[in-house]
């Protein structure tokens, strides 16, 4: 605010050098992201082509075409979905009976349990792998999305405790007593009092949750062989031969996987920041 | 009026504590089964495969070999265990450099741009919405989309940039250009963490520090890296952790084999899963179970980082 009437020159040079700075975030975070949209839009032949020829090129709908012809991209699409929603739905329900019990009783080894869902969520998922590769194949859901939703509870369960019992905390006690002088059992009291007011806790961690299962890898790569999920899919995408790698379609596809999950995001925006700072920053 | 005598009191009271610890255990039950089931069950198994020779299609077919997963030399003078193996020390010795630079490199921009986008001018919430883009973006797909980008005859970096060098075809550049995928996709987490704490700190402290006189810049290491701390830290250890279990860029960027040259769990998986060693890639997942506790006890200790 000096600065502008004692140099005004200063002033401006630094206005200008912040705003570069702004144009520098901005193109390094977009400008990968907007190249593979334009990429999906664009026909295999064109890829050769200069950059200012390449986005003067014609569109084209046909990567898209290709991808939803493909068999495996959209059995992928359903296994994905069904995956993520039942490993969040089962988290989102233990959890939350957790949460209850953490945020709201008092009881012996309350810490131990605490400290033992905080350290299975920095677990390493490689040091579990082989186990369950094991256990999965003795209970027979190899390549089975019922596999997958089982092993998927490693990080979603550890997550959804953390995050809601610290929104558990935050609630007010009274409404709790009330339903409980009302004579209320304590699931009654979870499900009729505490599930309402904690909804927006509920969107935001089974929204995190589902964005971690959708896009989680190793043990999809790992427990299935057909019956893939979306991502392993587009690792694999392969063309006609061997040696074509179909540019065109993987970006395409990967759009396709995309674009769900940043207007979810975009939309959450702000129960997103809250959310994973409750997740990370308190732990 | 009251009809409760003093000494009924406790009892009744010690009831209701005692009922609802019960009723805290039964609603802990579901979660404790399911951890036991899908994690504890699991790591006993794999610390006792460690200690056997056997393989992932018949592991009731076992020979207790000890630590022979770990070090051994046949009679033939043949190096079994994979703390003999170069190739593992290439994956610990990549990881570690993959997780140092990166985080080094998120926290930095992670900083510079929660700064930016914390101060007010036009443009501000476009910017902080243009932030979640790269976080929203699946890592398999931040990878094929890297993959596309440092193509040498079709990508933007590495045809245009780099004038058609295959960066991922050799191993010591390959890891810089994974580096650089991995900065760039959870920068944005680092600058969301950031950006929060800097929102929680009280402004009339900095208009108190702008009638001292002091510059940006000494408020910035004064005032606000001290007061960041904490969350710092804590973003830090969990970003370090990721880091370490690096698995999905690598095998996606180059395929597994490679993979296993720069990534210790893209190392352990292949022994594991591709070559079906279940003892010796359980005695390795084991090897990345420890390194990876190591290294939370010594930031938890360093830096007394507390998690509630």
């Given at each position: 605010?000096?600065?502008?009437?004692?140099?005004?020159?200063?002033?401006?040079?630094?206005?200008?050098?912040?705003?570069?700075?702004?144009?520098?975030?901005?193109?390094?975070?977009?400008?990968?992201?907007?190249?593979?949209?334009?990429?999906?839009?664009?026909?295999?032949?064109?890829?050769?082509?200069?950059?200012?020829?390449?986005?003067?090129?014609?569109?084209?709908?046909?990567?898209?075409?290709?991808?939803?012809?493909?068999?495996?991209?959209?059995?992928?699409?359903?296994?994905?979905?069904?995956?993520?929603?039942?490993?969040?739905?089962?988290?989102?329900?233990?959890?939350?009976?957790?949460?209850?019990?953490?945020?709201r009783f008092k009881f012996k080894f309350k810490s131990a349990v605490l400290y033992i869902v905080l350290a299975v969520s920095v677990f390493p998922q490689i040091a579990v792998l082989g186990g369950l590769y094991t256990l999965i194949n003795t209970l027979q859901l190899y390549n089975n999305p019922a596999g997958l939703i089982l092993s998927y509870l490693i990080f979603t369960i550890p997550f959804t405790v953390?995050?809601?019992?610290?929104?558990?905390?935050?609630?007010?006690?009274?409404?709790?007593?009330?339903?409980?002088?009302?004579?209320?059992?304590?699931?009654?009291?979870?499900?009729?009092?505490?599930?309402?007011?904690?909804?927006?806790?509920?969107?935001?961690?089974?929204?995190?949750?589902?964005?971690?299962?959708?896009?989680?890898?190793?043990?999809?790569?790992?427990?299935?062989?057909?019956?893939?999920?979306?991502?392993?899919?587009?690792?694999?995408?392969?063309?006609?031969?061997?040696?074509?790698?179909?540019?065109?379609?993987?970006?395409?596809?990967?759009?396709?996987?995309?674009?769900?999950?940043?207007?979810?995001?975009?939309?959450?925006?702000?129960?997103?920041?809250?959310?994973?700072?409750?997740?990370?920053?308190?732990? | 009026?009251?009809?409760?005598?003093?000494?009924?009191?406790?009892?009744?009271?010690?009831?209701?504590?005692?009922?609802?610890?019960?009723?805290a255990v039964w609603l802990l039950i579901p979660t404790l089964i399911a951890i036991v089931l899908v994690a504890g069950y699991p790591l006993y198994r794999t610390i006792f495969f460690s200690l056997f020779e056997a393989n992932l299609t018949s592991p009731d077919q076992r020979s207790y070999i000890g630590l022979g997963n770990f070090w051994f030399t046949t009679d033939e003078g043949v190096a079994l265990g994979?703390?003999?193996?170069?190739?593992?020390?290439?994956?610990?010795?990549?990881?570690?450099?993959?997780?140092?630079?990166?985080?080094?490199?998120?926290?930095?921009?992670?900083?510079?741009?929660?700064?930016?986008?914390?101060?007010?001018?036009?443009?501000?919430?476009?910017?902080?919405?243009?932030?979640?883009?790269?976080?929203?973006?699946?890592?398999?797909?931040?990878?094929?989309?890297?993959?596309?980008?440092?193509?040498?005859?079709?990508?933007?970096?590495?045809?245009?940039?780099?004038?058609?060098?295959?960066?991922?075809?050799?191993?010591?550049?390959?890891?810089?250009?994974?580096?650089?995928?991995?900065?760039?996709?959870?920068?944005?987490?680092?600058?969301?963490?950031?950006?929060?704490?800097?929102?929680?700190?009280?402004s009339d402290m900095y208009e108190a520090a702008d009638m001292d006189g002091a510059s940006k810049w000494t408020q910035f290491w004064r005032m606000t890296l001290p007061l960041l701390r904490p969350a710092l830290l804590v973003a830090l250890v969990f970003r370090s952790l990721d880091a370490l279990r690096v698995f999905d860029i690598m095998s996606v960027m180059v395929g597994n084999v490679s993979a296993a040259?720069?990534?210790?769990?893209?190392?352990?998986?292949?022994?594991?899963?591709?070559?079906?060693?279940?003892?010796?890639?359980?005695?390795?997942?084991?090897?990345?179970?420890?390194?990876?506790?190591?290294?939370?006890?010594?930031?938890?200790?360093?830096?007394?980082?507390?998690?509630?």
């Open positions: 605010m000096y600065l502008k009437r004692t140099n005004p020159t200063l002033y401006y040079l630094q206005r200008l050098g912040f705003y570069l700075l702004v144009v520098v975030i901005a193109l390094y975070l977009l400008v990968p992201f907007l190249w593979a949209v334009l990429t999906s839009f664009r026909r295999a032949g064109d890829l050769f082509l200069q950059p200012l020829q390449f986005m003067a090129a014609p569109s084209t709908w046909g990567n898209y075409a290709d991808v939803f012809a493909n068999p495996n991209f959209r059995l992928g699409l359903l296994y994905s979905l069904i995956t993520a929603v039942g490993a969040v739905f089962i988290a989102l329900l233990f959890g939350s009976f957790a949460a209850y019990a953490l945020g953390w995050v809601l019992t610290s929104f558990v905390r935050d609630i007010p006690g009274e409404l709790e007593e009330a339903a409980l002088v009302d004579g209320a059992s304590p699931l009654q009291t979870l499900f009729r009092v505490l599930f309402p007011v904690m909804m927006p806790a509920l969107v935001t961690t089974g929204l995190l949750a589902f964005i971690n299962a959708w896009n989680e890898y190793l043990f999809a790569l790992t427990f299935t062989s057909t019956k893939r999920t979306v991502p392993v899919v587009i690792a694999n995408y392969s063309g006609a031969t061997q040696f074509d790698q179909p540019w065109g379609q993987i970006m395409a596809a990967s759009i396709v996987v995309t674009v769900p999950l940043i207007i979810l995001v975009l939309v959450f925006q702000r129960n997103i920041v809250s959310g994973l700072t409750a997740g990370a920053v308190k732990g | 009026m009251t009809t409760i005598t003093p000494t009924a009191k406790p009892g009744k009271q010690r009831g209701i504590e005692a009922s609802r610890a019960r009723t994979f703390l003999q193996d170069p190739k593992w020390w290439g994956a610990v010795q990549n990881t570690l450099l993959f997780t140092i630079v990166s985080v080094f490199l998120e926290t930095v921009f992670g900083m510079i741009i929660a700064l930016v986008v914390n101060s007010a001018f036009p443009g501000r919430a476009f910017l902080r919405t243009a932030m979640l883009v790269p976080w929203a973006i699946p890592t398999v797909v931040s990878a094929q989309m890297w993959a596309y980008m440092y193509n040498d005859s079709f990508g933007l970096v590495g045809r245009g940039a780099l004038g058609g060098v295959a960066l991922l075809a050799n191993p010591t550049t390959s890891i810089w250009a994974m580096i650089a995928v991995d900065v760039w996709k959870t920068t944005s987490f680092m600058a969301l963490l950031i950006l929060a704490g800097l929102q929680s700190l009280p040259r720069l990534s210790m769990t893209a190392y352990a998986r292949q022994a594991l899963i591709d070559n079906q060693l279940l003892g010796l890639g359980s005695a390795v997942s084991i090897a990345i179970f420890i390194i990876i506790m190591v290294i939370v006890v010594i930031y938890v200790t360093a830096f007394r980082v507390k998690f509630d």
